[in-house]
């Protein structure tokens, strides 16, 4: 087993894009990594120069503390998923599976012996026999991860690893993978686009945009604080409310505040904690609806006034749009609580989920580093 540690790393292509452009990361031993970010972030090429498949331009991959920058994909311990699988279709499933170590020249009997295994591991029992071409999305999917973890790299980098399959195989899929990740313990690190996978399977993500590291955190971190309105936008199957607002008082000092303030928003104003701004500075406020609370009646403290629009099933949800003054601001509520259309409301939610960014930078105006409730 084996972490990874990749510093200053920068891979540029031949036509001069960045692809990966100055990142410094550590995933630990044993760990289940998530690079995630929008298409042509950079993502892919991170983890194929952490195979050695594409060469650092600038900066360094070590791998069980061994620099291995320079070395060959074959000789680093790696072993890698390809989005597409990459099975060789005149192959058995057993052969796919052994292909690694007969290149190594291990005995007929053991490569026998090693795909039992595998494929026991891998709910693959009796399919040793067929050619890709005979088996699932998802089976195929299982001899690829068959085939990487039967090579015994010390870390397995995995592209893409659900994107093949439909929905409801990719659920299935994920437990799955979730489980033997955990079982085996072999660090992993995987490459996705899609924010709720990333959430629901990795012990740390990390946001990459234009080839840069935007936030590195558990999930319950990057869903819960964004370090800025790029993450904030990102992560969350509901996006989050950016709203500008002021900050019109603050209990601590004149230049910041680690307590409770207040901010103006359209519809009202609400109450945010431990953030870093003087009363006046214009804000980007950023509040999760599911972290917004509605009411009918009379609220007393900052709340937001404005009128239901429309509410869309999210199934045991619902997403309610009020109109605040002439901005959309998104809340869930339970299921079949969801008010008509043109009814008035007001919404509250708790100061500490509710973010300021600097409306220039867009970073999370917080003294000190998240710290989740
Ligand atoms: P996706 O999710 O779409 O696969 P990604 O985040 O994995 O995207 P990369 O495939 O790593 O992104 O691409 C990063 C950038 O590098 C993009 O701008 C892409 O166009 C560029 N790029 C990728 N491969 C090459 C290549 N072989 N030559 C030149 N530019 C490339």
Redesign the pocket.
């Known amino acids: 087993m084996a972490g990874i540690d990749i510093e200053g790393l920068a891979t540029v292509?031949?036509?001069g894009?960045r692809?990966?452009d100055g990142l410094d990361l550590h995933v630990a031993d044993g760990e289940f990594f998530a690079l995630l970010?929008?298409?042509?972030?950079?993502?892919?090429?991170?983890l194929?120069t952490i195979a050695g498949l594409e060469s650092a331009t600038e900066g360094k991959v070590r791998i069980d503390a061994v620099d291995v920058t320079r070395t060959e994909p074959g000789k680093r311990g790696v072993a890698m998923v390809f989005q597409d699988y990459a099975l060789f279709p005149h192959m058995s499933v057993s052969e796919n599976i052994t292909y690694p170590l007969k290149v190594r020249r291990v005995s007929a009997a053991t490569r026998a012996e090693t795909a039992e295994r595998t494929a026991g591991e891998l709910s693959l029992d009796g399919l040793l026999e067929r050619k890709p071409a005979q088996l699932s999305g998802g089976q195929q999917q299982r001899v690829a991860l068959a085939r990487a973890i039967a090579s015994r790299g010390k870390v397995l980098l995995l592209d893409?690893p659900l994107s093949n399959l439909d929905a409801r195989l990719r659920l299935e899929a994920r437990t799955f993978l979730k489980k033997l990740q955990r079982d085996l313990g072999i660090t992993t690190v995987f490459?996705t686009?899609d924010q709720a996978e990333a959430l629901a399977l990795a012990d740390r993500i990390a946001v990459?945009e234009a080839?840069k590291l935007r936030q590195l955190g558990s999930p319950r971190e990057v869903f819960a604080r964004p370090a800025n309105t790029f993450v904030a936008n990102f992560i969350g199957s509901t996006p989050m409310n950016l709203l500008p607002g002021t900050v019109s008082s603050t209990s601590g000092s004149e230049t910041y505040v680690d307590e409770v303030g207040v901010v103006s928003v359209a519809g009202g104003s609400l109450s945010a904690a431990t953030f870093s701004a003087p009363a006046g500075a214009e804000v980007t406020v950023g509040v999760r609806p599911e972290y917004l609370t509605l009411a009918s009646g009379d609220v007393t403290g900052p709340a937001l006034r404005g009128q239901v629009v429309v509410a869309e099933n999210l199934g045991t949800q619902s997403l309610v749009s009020v109109d605040c003054d002439g901005t959309l601001i998104g809340v869930t509520v339970p299921e079949e609580n969801e008010p008509e259309p043109g009814t008035t409301v007001v919404l509250t939610a708790p100061a500490s989920r509710v973010l300021l960014y600097d409306r220039e930078s867009g970073d999370l105006l917080a003294r000190q580093p998240a710290t989740v409730a």
Do not use: D, I, Q
């Not at 970010?37 to 892919?44: E, V």
């Open positions: 292509y031949p036509n894009v692809a990966v970010g929008p298409s042509g972030c950079g993502k892919t090429t991170l194929r893409e490459v686009h990459m080839g």
